[in-house]
């Protein structure tokens, strides 16, 4: 997946890769090299490179898998061609699976917590009717049952929805009820139709947190997935929503807008969400949401009409008492997403940001930095990171603010002797009322650096696992670091690590990942215990670990007494049950070739919100889960004929072999066995035909593959 070659090298390398490709007419080799380059422009002059329409829908499968939002090409009129596009059938394809490998059945959450199996003396406790623990149900329900659109808590007894006495939302509270409604979203993911059928029964409740739920639910289902209609646009930025007198309805639109057109750099958001951005009159949380939805959005494409709005923002003087909101560094994150992949583009931004004259800048400069070199392995940039952890450690080694006052003198010295070299010596008493000024205001200056200093840290610690996703040398190095980093940084370090380490391997349940993040969910912080126990979540999700599975039974046991870190304990229980183990959270797609910017921008967006989880997760903004939604993928191979309908084949599924440069035909797999489409595929694995009765129209058996029948295969006798 990383490059070996330095940014602009690697990309003359790919598109050179991909001129290949072309002349030798291998169109899926080299759409899958022109989806690595993020270029849309490549993208389409492949679709319109053949005139076989099968051929174009296999390569309009790949496209959709990437969630890139492409219209038909000029001069090509092909509505196959223009579902596969929209991801139209996913979810008939994901029920199809479900139904083949006998998992369409729901499963109550009573089947996850196996309470049973907990220890006596706490089985009862940790199973309370409260409207916490109820929460906790919505989510996990939610989560084990995506895409099935079937469950046994919220979707059944649908007719008496709104009245109190049936209905799973009104065991919750307040902003619960937000979160309860919402999951109806997870349930019906991408089913269009059926979801918004479903969610029309509450999005009409005069409850001002459910109709947010609905509205939320909205943007969940539709995320991945385009229709026609548009509906996703009609009913989220409808002026009944976004002009709503409750402030969470408000909230609901903007987020569901952001999820439910993920990377589709849709121009006709930009007009509805930037007036939230700049709009100083605006509360924070619901202007940093708008810039995260536009982020989401374009993601990756260096949008400068966003970028412009939040930057100005930044240094809008209205604003400046807002930026040291907690909700600020999800603008921060808006901005940074813009350049996800963008390497070297971002310099720019990084230097206005540190023209910028407020704390929050340094931390936002990190965010976007990191952003901009995801998934490269670049080995300077994590120098960079680790240095910045390093000068943390050396400014703040005592306890104690005593330890903050050397260095502020410092820094107040170095700052007089620098003016002093090239001012005149003259009027030393106007000199020395200067300098106790300066003194002061340094004062002032370093304790709001001092507030923002720890979130440099911890988007630096994030920053580690980001630039080294997918790179399997690069993921070892740095686990050891994490290791150094747990054991000497400061608590602000230390909470981000478990994060991290869930970053670097998602759905992939490596066990000495697993068993280091079990010792920091028994930390004596209780934040590095609960972003330990969301990082082991969110390593086995959608895996069904039998070994996760029960290291989190005993600790549901262990925090029995404690609700917030218990909650915490059930989401993860939930992840790691994802879809029945039939999804995934992993960025990576097409034999690990391609980074998902979506879906990493999501896994980015809950971590971000973890690095204080007291602020957002576990107090009242527990909904801001959902941003996990474009994440989640199926990881299904299932076969189409040539009409686009199910196929059964018997396909060998084994570990992947890299057999780059190696002469011959070696085996591509090893430890295989033979299994009948549609089949689940875990980490590392790869798929082959069995026989050569059919010719798959792509290079790599992964998602959904159409075959052709091959005109010279002879039946045997």
Not at 42 to 70: C, E, F, N, P
Not at 600 to 605: D, E
Not at 653 to 682: E, N, Y
Request: proline residues 3%; hydrophobic residues 40%; contains cysteine.
């Amino acid at each position: 997946m990383v490059p070996l070659l330095t940014f602009p090298d690697n990309d003359d390398f790919i598109r050179t890769a991909h001129t290949v490709y072309r002349k030798y007419n291998r169109l899926p080799q080299a759409m899958t090299l022109a989806i690595r380059l993020n270029d849309s422009e490549l993208i389409k002059s492949d679709l319109a490179a053949t005139d076989d329409s099968i051929l174009r829908r296999q390569l309009g499968l790949q496209v959709s898998r990437q969630r890139i939002a492409l219209d038909l090409p000029e001069g090509i009129e092909d509505d196959q061609l223009e579902e596969t596009l929209n991801n139209t059938h996913l979810h008939e394809h994901y029920k199809n699976m479900g139904k083949e490998l006998n998992v369409l059945d729901p499963k109550s959450t009573q089947d996850i917590y196996k309470t049973h199996l907990e220890s006596s003396r706490t089985a009862g406790i940790t199973n309370v009717d409260s409207a916490r623990h109820n929460l906790a149900s919505a989510f996990v329900n939610g989560l084990v049952n995506a895409g099935f659109g079937n469950d046994k808590m919220m979707l059944v007894g649908q007719e008496e929805a709104n009245t109190r006495d049936e209905s799973w939302v009104w065991k919750t509270k307040d902003d619960g009820r937000i979160s309860t409604a919402a999951s109806i979203g997870l349930l019906e993911m991408w089913d269009i139709d059926a979801g918004l059928q479903t969610v029309d029964r509450y999005s009409h409740n005069e409850d001002d947190m459910v109709k947010a739920g609905a509205t939320l639910a909205v943007g969940i289902l539709n995320s991945g997935v385009r229709d026609s209609a548009d509906s996703a646009m009609a009913l989220l930025s409808d002026e009944a929503t976004l002009s709503h007198k409750s402030k969470e309805v408000r909230l609901a639109g903007i987020m569901g807008l952001g999820l439910a057109y993920a990377g589709t750099q849709k121009t006709d958001l930009l007009e509805i969400l930037l007036q939230y951005v700049s709009d100083t009159n605006l509360d924070m949380q619901l202007s940093a949401m708008a810039a995260l939805s536009l982020g989401l959005i374009f993601v990756g494409s260096a949008n400068s009409d966003v970028s412009e709005a939040i930057i100005q923002t930044f240094f809008d003087e209205d604003r400046t008492s807002q930026l040291k909101d907690k909700w600020t560094r999800f603008m921060a994150l808006g901005l940074a997403l813009l350049f996800f992949g963008r390497q070297e583009e971002v310099d720019i931004i990084i230097e206005t940001l540190e023209a910028v004259d407020h704390p929050m800048s340094k931390p936002s400069s990190v965010l976007c930095q990191v952003c901009a070199w995801a998934g490269t392995g670049a080995v300077l940039k994590l120098q960079e990171l680790l240095h910045i952890c390093n000068d943390h450690l050396d400014e703040s080694g005592q306890e104690g603010e005593q330890s903050e006052e050397p260095s502020a003198n410092a820094q107040a010295s170095n700052n007089a002797s620098t003016t002093g070299g090239n001012a005149n010596s003259n009027a030393t008493n106007g000199e020395t009322s200067n300098s106790n000024n300066q003194a002061a205001e340094d004062t002032d200056e370093t304790k709001a650096k001092k507030a923002q200093s720890p979130l440099i840290q911890s988007y630096a610690v994030l920053g580690l696992g980001l630039i080294c996703l997918g790179e399997n040398v690069g993921e070892d190095m740095i686990l050891r670091t994490f290791g150094h980093l747990m054991h000497y940084g400061a608590p602000n370090i230390r909470r981000a690590v478990p994060l991290a380490m869930g970053l670097v391997s998602p759905s992939n349940p490596q066990m000495k990942i697993y068993e280091t993040l079990s010792r920091y969910s028994h930390d004596t912080d209780n934040d590095v215990a609960v972003n330990a126990i969301l990082a082991m979540g969110l390593l086995g999700a959608g895996t069904n670990n039998a070994r996760l599975a029960m290291l989190l039974r005993q600790l549901a046991s262990y925090y029995s007494r404690d609700a917030n870190s218990l909650f915490m304990v059930r989401i993860a229980q939930g992840l790691l049950h994802l879809g029945k183990g039939t999804l995934t959270l992993s960025p990576f797609h097409t034999d690990r070739t391609i980074l998902s910017r979506v879906s990493a921008a999501g896994l980015l967006t809950v971590l971000l919100a973890s690095l204080e989880p007291k602020s957002f997760l576990l107090s009242s903004h527990h909904y801001l889960l959902y941003f996990l939604a474009p994440a989640i993928s199926p990881r299904m191979l299932v076969t189409l004929d040539e009409e686009m309908n199910p196929l059964k084949v018997s396909v060998r599924v084994g570990q992947a072999v890299d057999t780059v440069g190696q002469a011959g035909k070696p085996k591509t797999i090893t430890g295989w066995q033979t299994q009948s489409t549609p089949v689940v595929l875990s980490h590392g694995e790869r798929a082959e035909l069995e026989d050569e009765k059919y010719i798959p129209l792509t290079n790599v058996l992964e998602g959904v593959v159409i075959l052709r029948k091959n005109p010279e295969w002879e039946e045997e006798k």
